[in-house]
């Protein structure tokens, strides 16, 4: 058997079909409600005898049995010695065959170790505590055909095979030469080998005739792999880690599905090849059943527990056991679980980033129906009625034409094109303003103009303090007192540009002015009180020889002739504009056009000049990191994620990735933490240094044109004469090295 990780994920093998299959809507007749025992302790793992008369638990306190009765009554009987009051148990598990009156359990300290309890007395008794492990055991596996054979797993990376026949120290030791090993299980069809799963998230097959080195190792999960299951047929490995993943293995991977929550526990369905029950590692209280065949929702679900399960069991085709942290055993029946498929909407629609759309919907019954003739039983097809009565139920619309508003090449010119980050916002304005305008985004192209009309004035221009102030005389003008124009000479003269000095017939009005209030439009005129205007008129333009006198007030009803404006002298204020609720304003109109290129673009040019919440611009940078990931701009996301201030967001580049160098003769990956130089698999080294000839352990420099290189000074004292590659391939190499 051969296994390794590809992204080929359509089946390369026919599952066998089972000899007795129990469908899971075929209901049973008999009361099949769910069965509940609740124990005094947190349940870690469980595990059955061989007949399935009892249940072994491993709690906080130690070893919990029930026996389960064939009216599915329970009695407990505790098991506790006196090193687990502590410290409890991480997994336990039943003997078989020679041992079958026999439990082990793995505990959750160094100290603990490994217990043997022996059940066949009348007195059951601890008969054996192995502490050889130098770190916390994980997971034990007996071997199914020889059940004196016991499998550990521990944290050390190592995993010891025992023989409960001989008290003395672990007859094999495999070393996995990775990280924690978190679960060992043992092929049923052939008891020689045995899968481990690593933190690392790789997975390795053994075979127990030879101890020293894995059959095979893939690169299975991101993060840890957290479980493995043979698949009855003894050829397919299943596995489940953190990442979320279900995978199912052979000579490469068959089958893959996603999961709401990291996966803990997985175990086959008997009977059913198809069929795997799975629980997450937290945050959900449901166990799953999956169909391979249908990897993209669970087929049905049990919701008994309080808490995330931690363990369950297959007692037959149908009954399934778990415990969980919630003190609870159940005993459930497949025939009762909650059926996905009745539960969904039949219907479903989904986006692609270019705007595409599919949608998917069942038929109705009406579309199956037989085109039945008015009152009769012929098939013939009869002529159409004027009335269109006959025709009315012909016409379903099932889609239309919808127009998206996104255009995704727009997008993508954009992102290419907009100017981020720069000291000159003027000109990264201008910028951003042409690419908005050469996919015809007028409105977001006036948008990037107004803002670097708004923000991109150099400090030196700036109002200093917000305010200018500037003696001048300047005209005043109101409704009531208005500029005269004259037509002499050809020429359009305007009063109060050119005052002519007043007659002794004037009339002399004396208006006592006080400080205006500020002024939306943001000029205002601070003058000084008790000043004296003059407002002189002709009086041949007036009707009556009367004077006007206006004395600190206006009154409307008064007309007189418009006079000249004389002049005043003020003090100018000249207030700077608040220009932050116009930029708010722009940024809740893009985000309600769920444009949240243009908001996290703005948002990065103008940086600290406008004033943000985290709770508001959150959003729009997942969204639009999102967006670039699903099309790939990962560059584009990189930049954006290192340009943004909030620290989640941040932190998605500071996240730790592992790349890993192929061998040059096997191409497989290089994991082993002695060194990179050689190939654990093939056990061979890797390309020697081009001059010196030995093997390259530390830096290694390469010529990308021809592939051949070395140790970094043996290339720079070769290419400090000559150009050619010193391999003799003809390649002109030829860097340029300079002394420093």
């Not at 198809?274 to 590692?281: F, G, P, R």
């Not at 007036?542 to 404006?565: H, L, M, T």
């Amino acid at each position: 058997m051969a296994f390794w990780a590809g992204s080929n994920v359509e089946p390369a093998y026919s599952w066998p079909e089972p000899a007795a299959k129990t469908e899971l809507n075929d209901a049973p007749e008999e009361n099949v409600s769910p069965t509940r025992m609740k124990l005094n302790s947190a349940l870690n793992a469980l595990t059955a005898s061989p007949d399935y008369s009892r249940v072994a638990f491993a709690a906080r306190e130690g070893l919990r049995i029930l026996n389960v009765n064939e009216d599915d009554s329970m009695e407990e009987i505790v098991f506790r010695v006196r090193p687990l009051h502590k410290f409890g148990l991480n997994d336990v598990k039943w003997g078989n065959a020679a041992t079958r009156q026999k439990v082990a359990g793995a505990g959750n300290t160094v100290n603990t170790g490994i217990v043997i309890w022996d059940l066949g007395g009348s007195k059951p008794k601890v008969e054996r505590i192995i502490t050889e492990h130098t770190q916390v055991v994980n997971r034990i596996c007996f071997n199914p055909t020889n059940g004196h054979y016991l499998l550990s797993a521990s944290h050390s990376s190592t995993m010891k095979l025992w023989d409960l026949r001989v008290h003395d120290q672990a007859c094999m030791t495999f070393e996995g030469r990775s990280d924690a090993v978190r679960d060992v299980q043992f092929n049923k069809l052939n008891f020689n080998q045995f899968a481990a799963a690593f933190d690392t998230g790789i997975i390795q097959k053994w075979d127990m005739r030879r101890p020293n080195m894995f059959e095979r190792r893939i690169n299975a999960h991101i993060g840890a792999a957290l479980a493995v299951d043979w698949h009855p047929d003894g050829n397919h490995i299943a596995s489940c880690g953190r990442d979320k993943k279900i995978k199912i293995w052979s000579d490469k991977l068959v089958h893959s599905f996603s999961t709401i929550q990291g996966v803990s526990r997985i175990q086959w369905r008997p009977d059913h090849p198809d069929e795997i029950a799975s629980c997450a590692m937290s945050s959900d209280c449901r166990i799953f059943i999956w169909d391979v065949r249908k990897p993209y929702v669970a087929s049905c679900f049990f919701e008994e527990h309080e808490e995330t399960p931690t363990g369950f069991l297959w007692k037959d085709a149908d009954i399934l056991w778990s415990c969980s942290k919630d003190k609870l055993f159940i005993q459930q029946n497949i025939s009762v679980a909650y059926r996905t498929s009745k539960l969904m909407n039949k219907s479903a629609v989904g986006w692609n980033v270019y705007g595409g759309m599919a949608f998917a919907l069942v038929k109705t019954a009406t579309e199956n129906k037989p085109n039945m003739a008015h009152g009769g039983l012929s098939r013939r097809v009869s002529k159409p009625h004027l009335s269109g009565f006959g025709e009315r139920d012909k016409f379903h619309q099932k889609a239309g034409m919808f127009n998206s508003a996104f255009d995704h090449k727009a997008f993508r010119y954009l992102t290419d094109n907009y100017e981020l980050e720069a000291d000159n916002i003027a000109a990264a304005c201008e910028k951003n303003a042409k690419a908005a305008l050469d996919v015809q985004k007028y409105r977001t192209s006036q948008t990037w103009k107004m803002v670097g009309l708004l923000f991109g004035r150099t400090t030196s221009t700036r109002i200093e303090e917000n305010e200018i102030r500037d003696n001048t005389e300047i005209p005043r003008s109101s409704d009531y007192f208005t500029a005269k124009e004259t037509h002499e000479e050809g020429k359009d003269e305007v009063i109060g540009e050119q005052i002519q000095p007043p007659s002794p017939d004037a009339t002399t009005a004396q208006i006592d002015t006080k400080e205006d209030e500020n002024l939306n439009g943001g000029v205002a005129f601070d003058t000084e009180t008790d000043k004296t205007i003059d407002l002189s008129h002709d009086d041949s333009a007036s009707d009556s020889d009367d004077d006007y006198q206006i004395e600190k007030e206006i009154i409307p009803d008064v007309n007189p002739p418009p006079p000249p404006v004389s002049k005043v002298k003020m003090t100018a204020v000249i207030r700077a504009w608040d220009h932050e609720p116009v930029i708010q304003s722009v940024l809740d109109y893009y985000a309600e056009q769920a444009d949240v290129q243009m908001c996290v673009a703005l948002v990065l040019v103008l940086g600290d000049r406008i004033n943000v919440s985290r709770e508001r611009k959150e959003p729009w940078f997942c969204a639009y990191i999102e967006l670039l990931q699903r099309f790939q701009l990962w560059t584009a996301a990189a930049t954006v994620i290192s340009l943004c201030d909030i620290p989640s967001i941040r932190q998605m580049n500071q996240e730790s990735t592992t790349i890993y160098t192929n061998c040059n003769s096997c191409g497989k990956a290089l994991t082993s933490k002695n060194g990179f130089w050689s190939c654990q698999r093939c056990r061979k080294l890797l390309s020697s240094c081009s001059i010196c000839h030995t093997t390259v352990k530390g830096l290694y420099a390469w010529c990308q044109g021809c592939s051949h290189g070395g140790h970094l000074q043996c290339l720079k004292g070769w290419f400090k004469d000559r150009p050619e590659c010193p391999t003799g391939c003809g390649h002109r190499c030829g860097p340029k090295v300079t002394r420093t």
